[in-house]
């Protein structure tokens, strides 16, 4: 009886959601559209009074609980092209299984601040997911998208690379909070199915 709630416990304290945020470290890339992953994550942590950011395993990383249940927040250093090399290990280190594991990024193929949840699916051009997907060996993992719009006349490198204009940001911030609230309710519900259902 008391190995039993002694297995309980331990089975309660390892269990934990990772949420990465992809992005380009550096203030060069601060707030820019290719950030997007970054800033969800930032204003994840403002909410939840988070500041405990550390460096481990080329990632800044930290942790808040709801409900007793561990919430990592991950945001690579490595540079976009390479995030997965920073996914794989964390994800190894804190025993966190695939289903567990969420990611958000920008996407061009959207108007600015929709958003859309997907259990699989190819990288669609995206880099960032395109390493993860090398470094998981899966395409099979959570990931909401956030839109960014695409360019018009400029580059597709100057134009993720650049500034949400003016115009932009009001529809930028609701997208952020709305995956703040699909990140929450998977937090809380944990049936990605059933959000995608609500949110998509």
Wanted: hydrophobic share 40%.
């Amino acid at each position: 009886m008391v190995l039993s709630a002694i297995f309980c416990v331990l089975k309660v304290e390892i269990n934990m959601k990772m949420i990465v945020g992809l992005g380009n470290i550096g203030k060069e890339y601060d707030r820019t559209r290719h950030n997007t992953g970054f800033m969800v994550i930032d204003a994840l942590a403002e909410k939840h009074d988070v500041t405990n950011f550390k460096i481990q395993n080329d990632a800044m990383i930290a942790d808040f609980r709801v409900n007793g249940e561990k919430v990592l927040l991950v945001k690579p250093t490595t540079y976009m092209n390479d995030s997965g090399r920073a996914v794989r290990p964390l994800m190894d280190y804190f025993d966190v299984d695939l289903e567990d594991m969420i990611v958000v990024y920008d996407d061009m193929d959207m108007p600015v601040g929709k958003i859309r949840l997907r259990q699989k699916g190819s990288a669609g051009g995206h880099n960032g997911i395109k390493s993860i997907i090398a470094h998981v060996g899966t395409q099979a993992f959570n990931r909401v998208r956030v839109g960014i719009d695409h360019p018009d006349k400029e580059s597709v490198v100057d134009y993720v690379l650049g500034k949400f204009r003016k115009e932009q940001e009001t529809d930028f911030e609701i997208g952020v909070q709305n995956t703040i609230k699909a990140l929450e309710d998977w937090i809380e519900v944990d049936d990605f199915s059933r959000l995608m259902n609500k949110y998509n």
